[in-house]
């Protein structure tokens, strides 16, 4: 497998694959989506709440804030603590809030140097005199469990291939029927000035009257992107996609 990086930031990841199987781009695609663990709110206790949202739809909007854990947390049914929830499997969080005020995510307060929240996410608004009163408890869990567990969103797409043949009239019409502005003109000739946008659509190809445009995708190389949802790197993300991968298979080899 070969890889070539085209982006790389907090939020977006955007590789070339190559030399590789489809199967195996499309298992770390599902393995972002599901298997790749985050922290996020799990169980609430609301002890004041005169805001206008029910405490289910608070705590659902509670739930999906990203929590970037500063602390090594293990998965609550895996704990020493038998799922009761500790230090070590738990993040505690607070929040009270008087209004007339917007309770954002950076209301919550939680433990310095245990987990960090985004800031200025609203969770809910509050008049004159109501109060928001609650505890929360954050935990390790996956995107297969609940989506508020999910670490990203990943997608590919085959690398698209296109060839101009010699029987080209250079009549432009698939220069013009291109909805992603792939094709130009540059002496004479047409030319692919950005093959990476081509959605292996095909227009060009149904306009050509000669025959002349070639388009498919190559089923070894692959565009693979993936946008961070949670409080992860993009990167990061991506990496520990291929280490779930990498310890289910040698699972699968000690059952063997
Ligand atoms: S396949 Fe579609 S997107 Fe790609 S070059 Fe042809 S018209 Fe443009
Ligand atoms: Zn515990």
């Known amino acids: 497998m070969r890889l070539k990086i085209l982006e790389a930031n907090e939020k977006n990841l955007v590789l070339i694959i190559e030399d ?9 695609r599902r393995a972002i989506l599901t298997e790749v663990p985050t922290v996020a709110v799990e169980d609430v206790i609301f002890y004041e709440n005169d805001s206008p949202l029910h405490d289910e739809i608070l705590a659902l909007r509670i739930g999906l804030i990203p929590i970037k854990a500063k602390v090594d947390l293990k998965f609550r049914d895996e704990c020493e603590c038998n799922g009761k929830g500790c230090p070590m499997c738990t993040i505690y969080l607070r929040l009270e809030k008087e209004g007339p005020a917007t309770v954002y995510s950076h209301d919550i307060i939680v433990e310095e140097g ?53 029987d080209c009239t250079l009549c432009k019409a698939c220069v013009e029927e291109c909805p992603r502005n792939v094709l130009d003109v540059e002496d004479d000739k047409i030319i692919v000035k950005d093959e990476l946008n081509c959605t292996l659509c095909k227009a060009c190809v149904e306009v050509c009257d000669y025959n002349a445009i070639d388009v498919k995708g190559n089923d070894r190389k692959f565009v693979f992107k993936v946008e961070s949802s949670s409080s992860l790197d993009a990167r990061d993300i991506f990496i520990k996609a291929c280490d779930v991968m990498i310890d289910k298979a040698k699972e699968l080899e000690e059952l063997l």
């Open 20 to 28: 590789v199987d489809v199967s195996i781009v499309n298992a770390i």
């Open 114 to 166: 245990v987990a960090e929240l985004p800031k200025n996410i609203p969770i809910v608004k509050l008049a004159k005199n109501q109060r928001l009163k609650l505890e929360a408890e954050a935990i390790l869990g996956r995107g297969k469990e609940h989506a508020k567990w999910q670490s990203g969103i990943a997608s590919y797409k085959y690398y698209p291939e296109i060839k101009i043949k010699e």
